[in-house]
Nanobody
């Protein structure tokens, strides 16, 4: 079982920055995919940035150069961050942390609202 707890959403103005955190805990934690997705009103959920077990990092084209994903790992805890710079109104969405374990089990966080508005 993996527990995901997200932090860091809020209201910012265009051009400002925000950092999201997702604490992922659980025994025998080994992931296949770990990262961030978002869902804007009236739109489908989409990938923002993620790590794969193969060591690659993938970003949506719309956030390349502005967002940076990173992570810290301890024995039973992984924290994945999303540093979001130069935020735009179109980045407004609910942001979700996701983990897919090496056994294929799929976990999602509860979501955190990011609103970019002047």
């Amino acid at each position: 079982q993996v527990q995901l707890v997200e932090f860091g959403g809020g209201l910012v103005q265009p051009g400002e920055s925000l950092k999201l955190s997702c604490a992922a805990s659980g025994s025998d934690f080994s992931f296949k995919v770990m990262g961030w997705y978002r869902q804007a009103p009236g739109k489908e959920r989409e990938v923002v940035a993620l790590f794969t077990a193969g060591g690659t990092t993938n970003y949506a084209d719309s956030v390349k150069g502005r967002f940076t994903i990173s992570r810290d790992s301890t024995m039973n805890m992984n924290v994945v961050y999303l540093q979001m710079d130069s935020l735009k109104p179109e980045d407004t969405a609910v942001y979700y942390c996701r983990v897919v374990t090496i056994w294929g089990t799929d976990y999602w966080g509860q979501g955190t609202q990011v609103t970019v508005s002047s």
